[in-house]
């Protein structure tokens, strides 16, 4: 091995996730994480060890290598591989070529021109109709027919590490007859994953389950930063708006369908049986567990949240079938969000909303300190790895602080 990688390494040598860095002399380029280190496409390109147009690793987003297709794209994920467990190889003694992850600065990996954030975990959906609704009929009665979402805010999509104002809105105190404005008050995260597109489509072309795969380039981390107070008295007749437009954040690495193919799962039975565009083969579950931790300022962090994706009840390969079914046309770097991913147990719901109970249920911190929902000060950090025997592929971190409102 070129360099040294720790055991337990999210960015072990099964995993090569691209991602976008800079350093002060280094411009926005393409790279990938390998333990602790950065390696410099754009600067390894340079070493004629690729077969494409490698302009684009010097652009400041992965969309055009991303449009080059998996034939392309994975090719270079092996090849770095190979690369790296050959102790002759161009990479031998190229120590500008690897930079310590520690002194780079990330960037938003794609540009994303589309956003959706679909509903898609049944204990989550559950647990919301069971607080708000009728707890002996908690799902809606198109829940289980069809993967339920609503088109969000791109342009407020940013990378880990970026801090966040409290937003302001509209909201309806118990008992008041008018609405107020102020800061929200409950403010919250949402444990999320998102996949990015990998491909383009036509206006009124369809992806099949069959074929979703083909479409999805990689996954990141997703934190869907919801005002709970906001979006109580904005989301009848239409959904989500202010209460979510305000920021989603992402980890900085998309790691690649490929290095996920080992963790694939069954997923939930559904029932009743779905339409027959909903229909699959095979496995589109994948194993990958997740956590959240809440860091007081000036505190230790206390982990709050440890749940898993393989949980979801509805697959990437039904969404993205769903999405498409009536003709809408996707492009590459949009993304798509699961959802909440909350499980059976208390402690792996993937909100606040749900782990304190809509406030009724304080969260203890290690601190002392207690949460009903997220504080001024607080950073919350989601992190995700799924790992069979020696093999680990994690997804680093997402962070972000909040800051008070403007």
Request: charged share 20%; net charge negative.
């Amino acid at each position: 091995m070129i360099i040294d990688i720790a055991a337990d390494s999210d960015f072990s040598i099964h995993n090569i996730p691209f991602g976008i860095f800079s350093t002060a002399d280094r411009s926005a380029r393409a790279g990938v994480a390998i333990g602790d280190y950065v390696l410099d496409l754009l600067a390894l390109s340079e070493l004629g060890v690729f077969d494409f147009d490698t302009s684009v690793l010097g652009q400041s987003t992965l969309n055009d290598f991303i449009r080059l297709g998996k034939t392309v794209t994975s090719k270079v994920r092996t090849d770095i591989q190979s690369l790296l467990q050959d102790d002759s190889s161009p990479l031998a003694g190229k120590e500008n070529l690897f930079l310590p992850r520690a002194e780079v600065t990330m960037h938003m990996p794609v540009h994303v021109g589309d956003y959706t954030d679909f509903y898609s975990s049944i204990e989550h959906a559950t647990n919301v109709g069971t607080m708000f609704r009728d707890p002996d009929n908690a799902l809606l009665p198109n829940w289980r027919h069809l993967p339920v979402g609503y088109h969000g805010r791109a342009s407020s999509i940013i990378v880990s590490g970026t801090d966040i104002h409290r937003p302001k809105g509209q909201v309806m105190p118990k008992d008041a007859q008018v609405p107020i404005f102020r800061p929200s008050a409950r403010l919250d995260f949402e444990l999320e994953m998102a996949f990015v597109i990998g491909q383009d489509t036509s206006l009124g072309e369809s992806i099949s389950t069959d074929q979703a795969e083909d479409y999805i380039f990689g996954m990141v981390l997703f934190n869907d930063w919801s005002a709970r107070d906001i979006q109580k008295w904005e989301y009848v007749p239409l959904g989500p708006f202010l209460a979510k437009s305000f920021a989603s954040s992402i980890s900085p690495w998309i790691v690649t369908m490929d290095a996920l193919a080992p963790f694939k799962v069954d997923g939930p039975e559904q029932s009743p049986k779905v339409l027959p565009y909903l229909q699959y083969s095979g496995q589109h579950n994948y194993d990958i567990a997740l956590e959240v931790d809440i860091t007081p300022d000036g505190s230790s962090p206390s982990t709050i949240c440890r749940s898993n994706y393989k949980y979801m009840y509805w697959n990437m390969a039904q969404q993205l079938a769903h999405h498409t079914i009536g003709g809408c046309n996707v492009k590459v770097g949009d993304m798509m969000a699961s959802g909440t991913i909350s499980g059976q147990s208390k402690d792996s719901y993937g909100s606040m909303l749900e782990l304190s109970w809509a406030g009724s249920q304080p969260v203890p911190l290690a601190d002392g300190q207690i949460r009903v929902f997220i504080e001024d000060g607080d950073t919350v950090t989601m992190r995700g790895a799924a790992q069979r025997g020696d093999v680990r592929v994690g997804f680093g971190e997402v962070s972000a602080k909040i800051l008070p409102a403007k």
